[in-house]
């Protein structure tokens, strides 16, 4: 059964970078679609990124607040799946998730569409 471990979280500065990942156990990530999801204290879990390989092709999703800051990449063994996270502001803290949508299902930034998830990992943003 497929498992889902977060890790990379912790102090970032503003304006610096962070990169979290998504190691996943008792199978590959092919052909699911893999989502980052953050919640900060007292907001709802919001859809951060999105990334699937299938075929030869990428199919990715970025959510407005993180275009152009944040980047979702996959290793070749589609074990792992990694988020980058530049130019870091403190409305990026929370806690970052990382979650899957059943096998072939295109990417999505909505929460409710996902039905397995890691435990999360803390990301704060402070000088």
């Known amino acids: 059964q497929l498992r889902l471990v977060e890790s990379g979280g912790g102090l970032g500065q503003p304006g610096g970078t962070l990169s979290l990942s998504c190691v996943a156990s008792?199978?590959?990530?092919?052909?699911?679609?893999v989502g980052w999801f953050r919640q900060a204290p007292g907001k709802e879990r919001e859809g951060v990124a999105c990334?699937?390989?299938?075929?030869?092709?990428?199919?990715?999703a970025t959510a407005e607040p993180v275009k152009g800051r944040f980047t979702t990449s996959r290793n070749n063994a589609k074990t792992t799946v990694y988020l980058r996270m530049d130019r870091l502001s403190p409305s990026d803290a929370g806690f970052y998730y990382c979650?899957?949508?059943?096998?072939?299902?295109?990417?999505?930034?909505?929460?409710?569409?996902?039905?397995?998830w890691g435990q999360g990992t803390q990301v704060t943003v402070a000088s």
């Open positions: 990334i699937r390989n299938f075929a030869n092709s990428v199919e990715k």
């Open positions: 008792g199978d590959t990530l092919k052909g699911y679609s």
């Open positions: 979650a899957v949508r059943p096998r072939g299902l295109p990417c999505s930034l909505v929460p409710e569409e996902y039905d397995r």
